[in-house]
């Protein structure tokens, strides 16, 4: 039978879990993060990425044996690392957050849109092309100005607005050169008019805890390129929005970017990499001791399928 834990039993049963951090380097969150499961008693390392060796021709939990650990939270930037342990780690039976199947859709911007689109969740109306003439059709399909974005890629790199047809051929012909398969790859977007801002959404589980205004004068609007963030109002329309997004990727811990219209809201990605610099100053909320309960609820929920599992087998 699987035991229901209430929040204050996963307070107090949190010293019994092993949590590994999956990072690339400690950044401001990930320390607090670290923090807030030691602060619970609990058994808490960061685990770097650029150390680890894995065994992929073992994927036996025995082989896991060297990572003793309940919950991965995964917290990498680097997305290929995060992928491959992802999978390594639940061959071995080892629950993650999030899972690799959430973070592979999340980490790729054409398969996010895929599913955002498949569920029904607003976003702004985007192509893909594989060729320069197609790419320009593309462009021609939406409209100019039109945004081009890599598939993979964060913080607002290598994004940029193209005005006209002149400027769209010598931009794509540009990514040509360059050669490499994910710049073959041509995710063009239309321009949505934005008053400002956009809207980061951090959500936990199935809670919405926290939303930040990301204010700039340029069209991009990311705090790692210098936006400022203030508090936003958690709305029902911003709530439902976001939990159908995280549900239709799969995704348990993530980022949620949003942009106001005249339509509504409109989802732009979802990042299961979830930084939340931005909002540790704006929400009375601590999302740091929140992902840290979270992974506590998994490990506990790991914990009961397994009893589950013996019960039957017996």
Same mark, same amino acid.
């Given at each position: 039978?699987?035991?229901?834990?209430?929040?204050?039993?996963?307070?107090?049963?949190?010293?019994?879990?092993?949590?590994?951090?999956?990072?690339?380097?400690?950044?401001?969150?990930?320390?607090?993060?670290?923090?807030?499961?030691? +602060?619970?008693?609990?058994?808490?390392?960061?685990?770097?990425?650029?150390?680890?060796?894995?065994?992929?021709?073992?994927?036996?939990?025995?082989?896991?044996?060297?990572?003793?650990?309940?919950?991965?939270?995964?917290?990498?930037?680097?997305?290929?690392?995060?992928?491959? &342990?992802?999978?390594?780690?639940?061959?071995?039976?080892?629950? &993650?957050?999030?899972?690799?199947?959430?973070?592979?859709?999340?980490?790729? +911007?054409?398969?996010?849109?895929?599913?955002?689109?498949?569920?029904?969740?607003?976003?702004?109306?985007?192509?893909?092309?594989?060729?320069?003439?197609?790419?320009?059709?593309?462009?021609?399909?939406?409209?100019?100005?039109?945004?081009?974005?890599?598939?993979?890629?964060?913080?607002?790199?290598?994004?940029? +607005?193209?005005?006209?047809?002149?400027?769209?051929?010598?931009?794509?012909?540009?990514?040509?050169?360059?050669?490499?398969?994910?710049?073959?790859?041509?995710?063009?977007?239309?321009?949505?008019?934005?008053?400002?801002?956009?809207?980061?959404?951090?959500?936990?589980?199935?809670?919405?805890?926290?939303?930040?205004?990301?204010?700039?004068?340029?069209?991009? &609007?990311?705090?790692?390129?210098?936006?400022?963030?203030?508090?936003?109002?958690?709305?029902?329309?911003?709530?439902?929005?976001?939990?159908?997004?995280?549900?239709?990727?799969?995704?348990?811990?993530?980022?949620?970017?949003?942009?106001?219209?005249?339509?509504?809201?409109?989802?732009?990605?979802?990042?299961?990499?979830?930084?939340?610099?931005?909002?540790?100053?704006?929400?009375?909320?601590?999302?740091?001791?929140?992902?840290?309960?979270?992974?506590?609820?998994?490990?506990?929920?790991?914990?009961?399928?397994?009893?589950?599992?013996?019960?039957?087998?017996?």
């Amino acid at each position: 039978m699987s035991t229901i834990l209430s929040d204050n039993d996963l307070s107090t049963h949190g010293t019994g879990v092993r949590l590994g951090v999956l990072v690339s380097h400690l950044r401001m969150e990930e320390k607090a993060i670290l923090a807030a499961g030691r +602060k619970r008693g609990m058994d808490i390392q960061p685990l770097f990425d650029r150390q680890l060796v894995l065994d992929l021709s073992n994927l036996t939990r025995d082989a896991g044996a060297a990572f003793p650990y309940d919950v991965l939270l995964d917290r990498s930037v680097v997305h290929s690392r995060a992928l491959y &342990t992802l999978k390594a780690f639940e061959s071995w039976s080892i629950p &993650t957050l999030n899972r690799s199947a959430a973070t592979q859709i999340c980490d790729d +911007k054409g398969l996010c849109s895929l599913a955002l689109g498949q569920a029904g969740v607003p976003t702004p109306k985007t192509l893909l092309a594989f060729s320069v003439e197609s790419a320009l059709e593309a462009c021609e399909i939406l409209g100019y100005p039109v945004v081009f974005k890599p598939v993979t890629g964060s913080w607002g790199r290598l994004l940029a +607005k193209v005005n006209g047809p002149q400027q769209a051929r010598a931009l794509i012909v540009q990514k040509v050169t360059l050669g490499s398969y994910h710049h073959a790859l041509f995710y063009v977007q239309e321009y949505q008019e934005k008053p400002g801002r956009d809207i980061r959404v951090f959500v936990v589980g199935d809670r919405v805890l926290a939303a930040s205004y990301r204010s700039a004068d340029h069209w991009i &609007t990311n705090t790692a390129r210098g936006a400022s963030s203030s508090k936003c109002p958690i709305t029902p329309q911003i709530e439902e929005i976001v939990l159908h997004a995280c549900n239709a990727v799969g995704a348990r811990l993530a980022g949620v970017d949003l942009i106001e219209t005249y339509d509504g809201y409109t989802v732009l990605e979802v990042n299961t990499g979830g930084e939340f610099h931005g909002l540790m100053t704006t929400p009375d909320v601590d999302i740091a001791g929140e992902i840290v309960e979270e992974t506590i609820r998994i490990a506990h929920e790991g914990s009961a399928g397994r009893l589950d599992t013996i019960a039957t087998m017996g």
